[in-house]
């Protein structure tokens, strides 16, 4: 098709461009332009330390003294005083056992804070750290205590006369320090005949247990002295403490209150610790022998007092010789009171009536 004669006059030839000319850079805009490259290249840095490594704290990390682990693990924290804080919780090395101690040399620590681009660690011119595992305890109270309530339960016994007897040498339960609530005995095993008791001892659910047995001993109350009493001297309840014993190998005839010999004196020298018997003490003398009395004569209508001397001793309500002064007689007599003694009809009477007054005193 030919070309229309406007098309081609319409063409016009290109014009290639010569060479572009730079105006030189001023100085001024060469050093703004270093400085923006620097401020730039510093703050990168800083955003991509962020990114990969915790925030390094203000002051110097140290390596802690004695340490105490609560739990399974030890944390940075734990070791290491001043440590970054998005650090501290990052676990570091494993606890000993409950209640165990163990040791960590400071080179170990310090290598394992270095793997982490944390810094150097100052170890104060140590060589290692002890670490103590905390655990709580159960001993043998405790032990006893759930046996005895398990005791109670299946086998009706009262707690407070009985007492049990651990196998071993005092066992000790070691729980977590987190592990609260009371100890319970399960899978309880008793036999009556021999006293055997068995169980297994469990803290949370099983979380914690021991196996312990024993024997069930049945115990009593009774009187112990307090302190060494001399054969007369009197007795007080001051003297005396309850304690409970073990009713096999304790006396038969031992006393189980204080108030019963509270006042009486003791009739033969008593060591302190011992437990008290029932003849070991009794109501004081109030006649004595060879003494001095007033001896008393009441009937109805009728009351003489006279003074004569006792040919025995004797205790409130006892019969004893007295020699009337006057007529030398010897007269059978009842203690009354201390230095006094009756005669004649009334005198059952009359030792009540004493007895009475001295009960009120």
Same mark, same amino acid.
């Given at each position: ?10 063409? %016009? ?29 510093? *703050? ?23 340490? $105490? ?20 919780? %990052? ?17 170990? *620590? ?29 001993? =043998? ?16 016994? &009262? ?5 049990? %007897?651990?196998?071993? &040498? ?6 977590? @320090? ?55 001297? =009197?007795? $007080?309840?001051? &003297?005396? $403490?309850? !304690?409970?014993? =073990?009713?096999?190998? +304790? ?8 108030? #019963? ?23 004081? !003398? ?5 003494? +001095?009395? $007033?001896?008393?004569? !009441? ?12 040919? &025995?001793? #004797?205790?409130? #309500? ?6 009337? @002064? ?12 201390? #230095?006094?003694?009756? @005669? ?18």
């Amino acid at each position: 098709m030919p070309v229309s004669h406007d098309l081609l006059t319409g063409l %016009r030839p290109v014009a290639r461009p010569g060479p572009a000319r730079v105006a030189p850079i001023a100085p001024a805009i060469l050093l703004r332009a270093a400085l923006a490259f620097l401020a730039l290249a510093a *703050i990168g840095a800083l955003t991509l330390g962020a990114l990969t490594l915790p925030a390094l704290a203000d002051g110097p990390m140290r390596l802690r003294g004695d340490v $105490t682990a609560r739990g399974d693990v030890l944390t940075l924290g734990d070791l290491v005083e001043g440590a970054p804080e998005a650090a501290v919780k %990052r676990p570091m090395f494993r606890s000993p056992a409950l209640g165990a101690t163990g040791t960590i040399q400071a080179r170990r *620590i310090a290598e394992a804070v270095a793997a982490l681009d944390l810094g150097a660690v100052e170890t104060g011119g140590r060589m290692q750290v002890a670490v103590q595992r905390a655990a709580r305890r159960v001993g =043998p109270p405790e032990i006893e205590a759930a046996l005895k309530r398990a005791l109670e339960s299946a086998y009706a016994l &009262d707690p407070k006369s009985v007492s049990v %007897r651990l196998d071993g &040498d005092a066992p000790v339960l070691l729980a977590p @320090v987190d592990l609260n609530g009371q100890a319970v005995a399960l899978d309880l095993t008793y036999d009556p005949r021999s006293r055997r008791v068995g169980a297994l001892l469990s803290l949370g659910e099983r979380q914690a247990s021991l196996r312990v047995a024993g024997v069930v001993i049945e115990m009593r109350e009774v009187a112990v002295l307090a302190r060494p009493i001399n054969r007369g001297e =009197p007795v $007080t309840e001051a &003297d005396l $403490t309850l !304690e409970r014993r =073990p009713r096999e190998g +304790t006396p038969q005839d031992a006393q189980n209150s204080a108030a #019963g010999a509270a006042g009486e004196v003791a009739q033969r020298s008593l060591m302190a610790g011992a437990v008290l018997r029932t003849g070991d003490t009794a109501p004081p !003398e109030l006649v004595g022998r060879g003494e +001095t009395v $007033t001896i008393v004569y !009441e009937t109805p209508g009728i009351s003489l007092s006279m003074r004569g001397i006792s040919n &025995d001793a #004797g205790r409130m #309500g006892a019969t004893v010789n007295v020699v009337n @002064v006057a007529s030398k007689k010897v007269l059978p007599a009842t203690v009354i009171g201390q #230095g006094r003694v009756s @005669v004649g009809p009334a005198a059952p009477q009359r030792q009540a009536s004493a007895a009475t007054s001295t009960a009120l005193r």
